[in-house]
T-cell receptor
Framework: DSGVTQTPKHLITATGQRVTLRCSPRSGDLSVYWYQQSLDQGLQFLIHYYNGEERAKGNILERFSAQQFPDLHSELNLSSLELGDSALYFC??????????????FGNGTRLTVT | AQTVTQSQPEMSVQEAETVTLSCTYDTSENNYYLFWYKQPPSRQMILVIRQEAYKQQNATENRFSVNFQKAAKSFSLKISDSQLGDTAMYFCAFMKLRSGGADGLTFGKGTHLIIQP
């Protein structure tokens, strides 16, 4: 168990809808990263938050947004969903944004299916 | 932008054999980390080993070791005495370091490793 909790584990929704994925980092970790794993694109970095502030953006669509709350949990919001958004969404956390002697711990992911 | 290439989509070896997974990357950066992650059928992402680019010594973790060739931009993973539980997708990943934090990981497409009994 990595200590990173993602909910829900599975989500099935229709095109055009909006969903929210939630991530609770490991106790003491201030950094949260979101990744998308799809058959077409493989594993892609979406966004990184550190202690409530956005630190880096990857290949995140404009229809997607994220935030990190004062209690350090993070939410990834996906709107106007398309079939191609079906994927496994991972959250990962670490203590140090520079990863100096601080490994990245992944949650078990949320499987999103858009029908 | 960084790219990570894993040229072996799938490999299969017998239990107890040694196997090497290859990874090359392309970057103009000098400060970065390289990683190997394992993803078993459970889909969980598990860190296998990490290498800091400034370290010349190759990282080792029990049966897992890397051959890091910075000039050649090569980062291969060697698994000794392979076990059935090593069956998984293996991803090579790159992370650029910068002041104020780290960018996300750039992953390769993965190598599906199958350990045969």
């Amino acid at each position: 168990d990595s200590g990173v909790t993602q909910t829900p584990k599975h989500l099935i929704t229709a095109t055009g809808q909006r969903v929210t994925l939630r991530c609770s980092p490991r106790s003491g970790d201030l950094s949260v990263y979101w990744y998308q794993q799809s058959l077409d694109q493989g594993l892609q970095f979406l966004i990184h938050y550190y202690n409530g502030e956005e630190r880096a953006k990857g290949n995140i669509l404009e229809r997607f947004s994220a935030q990190q709350f004062p209690d350090l949990h993070s939410e990834l919001n996906l709107s106007s969903l398309e079939l191609g958004d079906s994927a496994l969404y991972f959250c990962a956390s670490s203590v140090d944004p520079g990863l100096n002697n601080s490994p990245l711990h992944f949650g078990n992911g949320t499987r999103l299916t858009v029908t | 932008a960084q790219t990570v290439t894993q040229s072996q989509p799938e490999m299969s070896v017998q239990e107890a054999e040694t196997v090497t997974l290859s990874c090359t990357y392309d970057t103009s950066e000098n400060n970065y980390y390289l990683f190997w992650y394992k993803q078993p059928p459970s889909r969980q992402m598990i860190l296998v080993i990490r290498q800091e680019a400034y370290k010349q010594q190759n990282a080792t973790e029990n049966r897992f070791s890397v051959n890091f060739q910075k000039a050649a931009k090569s980062f291969s993973l060697k698994i000794s005495d392979s076990q059935l539980g090593d069956t998984a997708m293996y991803f090579c990943a790159f992370m650029k370091l910068r002041s104020g934090g780290a960018d996300g990981l750039t992953f390769g497409k993965g190598t599906h490793l199958i350990i045969q009994p």
